[in-house]
């Protein structure tokens, strides 16, 4: 069993190249850039959102849990960065892992006058975007993917590990950043 384990190490290792590992961690995380996976959610009051239906946006994806204090300080700043950027092509997304749902949900969007979409999140789409595994299956939050307008994944950062997790002002430039990018064709 230890054979196999140290195999599938080195394969991952060999696949994903020394950017695959962080120093201190044994934890392999999807390479960057990368196709976005595809993902149907709905959201936390029954409408569905489709990735495919944000085709040339600017994406970001935050994964959270209500009762997170970290995630309640960068609900505000989300919301900020949605209301300055959504006309230039920023979508912003939650996606909840509340065990409870929308029965946790609302009260929070409320709580912090969400306006972007809140969805309520899968296992799949965490083992898609941040490369949870049985051997790893646990991640920080809040977790923070951004997706370019090409459809690639091209950033993500887990709270404790990134700072860009809850820094809103290194979150804006790499939006900013993006935005500026031209848009492909359609």
Known sequence: MKEKRS???AVLLAVLGPGGMTPGSAEVRPPIP???SYFILPTWDGKIVRLSSLKGQVILLEFFQTWCPDCQRSAPALERLHQR?????????????????AAAIEPYVKKYGLSFPVLV????????????????PMFNIPYIVLIDRSGNVVGQFEEGRDAEATDEQLLEKLVQKLLAEKPPDS
């Open 85 to 101: 950027y959504k006309a230039k092509g920023l979508t912003v997304l939650g996606i909840s892992h509340d065990k409870e749902k």
């Open 34 to 36: 990368r196709p976005a």
């Open 7 to 9: 195999l599938l190490l």
């Open 121 to 136: 999140g899968d296992l799949s789409i965490a083992v898609n975007f941040i490369g949870i595994t049985p051997e790893h």
